[in-house]
């Protein structure tokens, strides 16, 4: 999958588990499916967590002499669980996740542009236009 910024592409792939979880934490009303709304918070959080892992590796990169405290921190599945764990308590908690990305993230995860492109999406992975994806429409998602 992708979204773009100004200067940026962030591709980004979501594993079966990861998948199945998200599934689960963004299926607010509960009925196995997700609709527009919900599909729009799992691919915000999903650009969240491919930010957060991008990140994560350039600055192991940068500092190796750092990397071991460093990992301690931001251990990328560790703090995706934890994210996880929090938007399964309140699926609200997904607003404080932004909080942590730069303000030009943030804006384009709100922009027209991005929510067109999420929508264009999930009209393409609906296949049996239902409105909703189920999680076996949403196995094209994991590369």
Do not use: W
Request: net charge negative; proline share 1%.
């Amino acid at each position: 999958m992708q979204a773009s910024r100004e200067g940026q592409n962030f591709n980004f792939t979501i594993t079966e588990r990861e998948c199945k979880s998200f599934l689960e934490a963004f299926d607010t009303d509960g009925n196995g499916v997700l609709d527009r709304n919900e599909y729009a918070d799992f691919m915000k959080f999903a650009v969240c967590k491919s930010f957060i892992e991008e990140q994560y590796q350039e600055e192991k990169a940068q500092a190796e002499a750092e990397i071991a405290d460093y990992e301690d921190m931001l251990d990328g599945d560790n703090l995706v669980n934890k994210l996880l764990d929090d938007l399964r308590k309140d699926i609200k908690n997904v607003n404080e996740i932004f909080a942590h990305l730069p303000v030009d993230i943030q804006d384009m995860l709100k922009s027209d542009e991005f929510i067109q492109q999420r929508v264009e999406e999930f009209n393409g992975l609906d296949a049996d236009g239902s409105g909703t994806l189920e999680l076996d429409e949403l196995y094209p998602l994991i590369e």
